[in-house]
T-cell receptor
Framework: AAGVIQSPRHLIKEKRETATLKCYPIPRHDTVYWYQQGPGQDPQFLISFYEKMQSDKGSIPDRFSAQQFSDYHSELNMSSLELGDSALYFC???????????FGQGTRLTVV | GEDVEQSLFLSVREGDSSVINCTYTDSSSTYLYWYKQEPGAGLQLLTY?????DMKQDQRLTVLLNKKDKHLSLRIADTQTGDSAIYFCAVFSGGYNKLIFGAGTRLAVHP
C-alpha cells in the first residue's frame, strides 16, 4: 500500500541557508501535518493543512513557512537556518481531520 | 494546554508481557494512537482506538482505554527483542487539527 513519501531523506545545510522539505501524502488523503523531532525528544507539532488551507499552527518559527498544493502535496520552507533546526522532520497525512494519521519516514536535516 | 504523559523507560524479559501506560488531559480527544519508533527510523503506526471504545485487540497488541481516568495503555504479549523501541502515545487534540505526543517510553527487552 502507498505510504507517505518525504523527500529528501537527508539534507545537510549551512547556517543561514534555506531548505525545502517535501511531503507527498497517501492518495486521497486531504490533511497533512508537519512535526519536528529533536534528538531524544518527542515530535513537536509545527503546522497542519486541510484541503489546501492552513488548519492549525503549533511551534513553527516565523522563519519557516509551509503550504499545501492543489495535488495535496506539501512543502515546508525553512530560511535563515540555525544549528538548532537540526532535527528529524516528519510529515503525516490523514483522510479528513482527526482520523488515522500515518507518518512518512522523515527528513533528517543537519545544519552545520 | 493539552498534555500527554508516559513513563520514560520499561525493561522486560523476552516472552513476558509489556504494559506501557499513558495519561492525557484533553477529554474531547477522539482518536488515541500508539506509534513505534526504532533508532533513526520513522514513526510506525501500531494501533489506535476511538474514544467510544474501551478495548481493542490486534494480534499481540491490546489497547485499553479508561476514558473516565483519561488513561490509555498498550499491552504487548510475548514481547520479543524486535519489540525494543520507543513507543509514543499520541492523541488528537479535540477541536484542533493536531496530534499531541507523549515523551515516549523506551522499551528494552532482554533475554
Amino acid at each position: 500500500a502507498a505510504g507517505v513519501i518525504q523527500s529528501p531523506r537527508h539534507l545537510i545545510k549551512e547556517k543561514r541557508e534555506t531548505a525545502t522539505l517535501k511531503c507527498y501524502p497517501i492518495p486521497r488523503h486531504d490533511t497533512v501535518y508537519w512535526y519536528q523531532q529533536g534528538p531524544g525528544q518527542d515530535p513537536q507539532f509545527l503546522i497542519s493543512f486541510y484541503e489546501k488551507m492552513q488548519s492549525d499552527k503549533g511551534s513553527i518559527p516565523d522563519r519557516f513557512s509551509a503550504q499545501q498544493f492543489s495535488d495535496y502535496h506539501s512543502e515546508l520552507n525553512m530560511s535563515s537556518l540555525e544549528l538548532g533546526d537540526s532535527a528529524l522532520y516528519f510529515c503525516a497525512s490523514s483522510r479528513e481531520k482527526n482520523t488515522e494519521a500515518f507518518f512518512g519516514q522523515g527528513t533528517r536535516l543537519t545544519v552545520v | 494546554g493539552e498534555d500527554v504523559e508516559q513513563s520514560l523507560f520499561l525493561s522486560v524479559r523476552e516472552g513476558d508481557s509489556s504494559v506501557i501506560n499513558c495519561t492525557y488531559t484533553d477529554s474531547s480527544s477522539t482518536y488515541l494512537y500508539w506509534y513505534k519508533q526504532e533508532p533513526g527510523a520513522g514513526l510506525q503506526l501500531l494501533t489506535y482506538i476511538f474514544s467510544n471504545m474501551d478495548m481493542k485487540q490486534d494480534q499481540r497488541l491490546t489497547v485499553l482505554l479508561n476514558k473516565k481516568d483519561k488513561h490509555l495503555s498498550l499491552r504487548i504479549a510475548d514481547t520479543q527483542t524486535g519489540d525494543s523501541a520507543i513507543y509514543f502515545c499520541a492523541v488528537f487534540s479535540g477541536g484542533y487539527n493536531k496530534l499531541i505526543f507523549g515523551a515516549g517510553t523506551r522499551l528494552a527487552v532482554h533475554p
